[in-house]
């Protein structure tokens, strides 16, 4: 290899390629495993995610080349997913911010980095650790501590039962999508998870729950503070706050929807009160609603809206006021496409679509699959028995249902090159 010595946070998320330069996937992670007393750790691989959102191992034996902006290893890599064993260690998932005791009697810092250092024989050891020191307080506030880079042998990370910090993870993560980010806490023990959940701002911690596994978001949102909690299901969508509340006892149930702001209770509440595996159960109580006086520019800048997913926001649904949910009555829908075929101030209401039937609340989900897949819809209105608008299903919600619990966890493990 070309570079004797490589620092890991540097690596996260560099593009890794086969020797014919085809890009293969990008690096999520090393994995180093602890030997006897006294011995620094041994890397011996990397986690790298593949086309599929997919995170793969590959052995320190097929990295060729560690640097310079890119991973190069000999092409071939097995696709079963990526599973810890038991004494390996995640260099980003688990020892960043663990607390080392500094062994010139300073006191205990926080880990930040990890270098690796190539030997002789082709092992690839852990060599220096990049820590900061505990902040302190000055006349003038708080102060951050100092960097330090010390040898393996200068320094002792905490044991794994110790508490751990995640400000380090949570910040080399930063740009992975929410799902990516379900994917990489899935993958960790119970204790970092929630370390990891914990360090993570609301709005983000709410879109990685909405992602996770029915078991994984139990476990977080019991581990956090009740007020907390509340407040993370504020933000989430009515729809997913619902379904992990279902899965809470009805104490816990009734505690958090008390401290949830009122409005965002009601839309959770009135979720819940729909059977299992009905429109009304899997919809998003909050779709796109305006009436037929707005005009296509109101529309456009409408849909526009960050708070919007791409399947929400390819249909303008049109209701007589009040136009929260449940509205007046139901008068038709606008198709985003529509919307591009005519002038900024055409009124909604002079280019409606009549022949889309809303579905009922009460409709079973199978008969709403049909209906979206008939008419090649992303979004469909759901409206009550009055036929005023009381939500939308998307295809994002039924593919939620119709994929088996475990999906991402399936594998089809095969090699390629």
Known sequence: MNVPKIFVARLLGLDVFDPLGDRLGRMRDAVVMERGPGQPPVAVGIVIEVPGKKRVFVPMTRVTSMGAGQIITTGLINLRRFERRGAELMVAADLF?????????TGQAVLEDLGLEQQRNGDWLVSDLYVRRHAGRSAFGRVRGEHLLVGWGEARWAAREEPQGASSFVAAHEDLKAAD???????????????????????????????????????IISNLDIERAADVLEEMDPDDAADLLHELSDSQQELLLELMEPEDADDVRRLMEYEEN????????????????????????????????????????????????????????VHFQRLLRYPPPEPLGNILDKDLEPVSDLMP????????????????????????????VTVDDVLDHLLPDDWRSMDDPEEVS
């Open 97 to 105: 911010d663990r607390r080392v005791t500094l062994a010139d009697g």
């Open 365 to 392: 989900l199978p008969a709403v699959t049909r209906e979206l897949a008939t008419y090649n819809l992303t979004c469909i209105p759901v409206v009550n028995e009055h036929h005023r608008v009381v939500g939308a």
């Open 181 to 219: 980010l379900a994917d990489v806490l899935h993958e960790m023990t119970t204790k970092r998870r929630v370390e990891v959940a914990t360090e993570l701002q609301d709005g983000r911690l709410a879109d990685v729950l909405q992602e996770l596994p029915d078991d994984d978001q139990v476990e």
């Open 278 to 333: 009905t429109a009304g159960s899997v919809m998003t109580p909050v779709p796109v609603i305006m009436p037929p006086e707005a005009t296509v520019a109101e529309a456009l800048a409408n849909i526009r809206q960050q708070e919007f997913t791409p399947a929400m926001a390819s249909l303008v649904i049109v209701a007589r006021p009040p136009l929260e949910t449940p509205t007046g009555r139901y008068l038709g829908v």
